[in-house]
């Protein structure tokens, strides 16, 4: 069988994989992530300093709860662990 000569990023050429290619490619998902992240938090306070929000909750359980799910569909229990983390950070 003949192999492809063009690899796929990560790939090297006798068909192996470059961990630390992959590695790298892991390390700037994280960053964008971490990115989307912070920008998740502006916009949470943002939404938190409407005016209808004045002296409301800081915490809307409903809202969490349908959060929460979005998360858990895809990603079971772990799912609802990083919902619960991700709205830690952007509650402040
Ligand atoms: O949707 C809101 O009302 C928000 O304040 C945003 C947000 C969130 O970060 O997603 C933060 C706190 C609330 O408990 C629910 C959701």
Do not use: W
């Given at each position: 069988?003949?192999?492809?000569?063009?690899?796929?990023?990560?790939?090297?050429?006798?068909?192996?994989?470059?961990?630390?290619?992959?590695?790298?490619?892991?390390?700037?998902?994280?960053?964008?992530?971490?990115?989307?992240i912070r920008t998740r938090k502006e916009i949470?306070?943002?939404?938190?300093?409407?005016?209808?929000?004045?002296?409301?909750?800081?915490?809307?359980?409903?809202?969490?709860?349908?959060?929460?799910?979005?998360?858990?569909?895809?990603?079971?229990?772990?799912?609802?662990?990083?919902?619960?983390?991700?709205?830690?950070?952007?509650?402040?």
């Amino acid at each position: 069988m003949t192999r492809s000569l063009i690899s796929m990023p990560g790939e090297t050429v006798d068909g192996g994989f470059d961990v630390l290619q992959l590695r790298r490619r892991i390390d700037d998902i994280d960053q964008s992530i971490i990115d989307l992240i912070r920008t998740r938090k502006e916009i949470s306070r943002q939404v938190q300093r409407t005016p209808t929000d004045v002296g409301g909750p800081r915490v809307e359980p409903v809202r969490e709860a349908d959060i929460t799910n979005n998360y858990h569909v895809p990603f079971g229990d772990a799912g609802s662990a990083l919902a619960a983390a991700l709205l830690q950070i952007c509650r402040g």
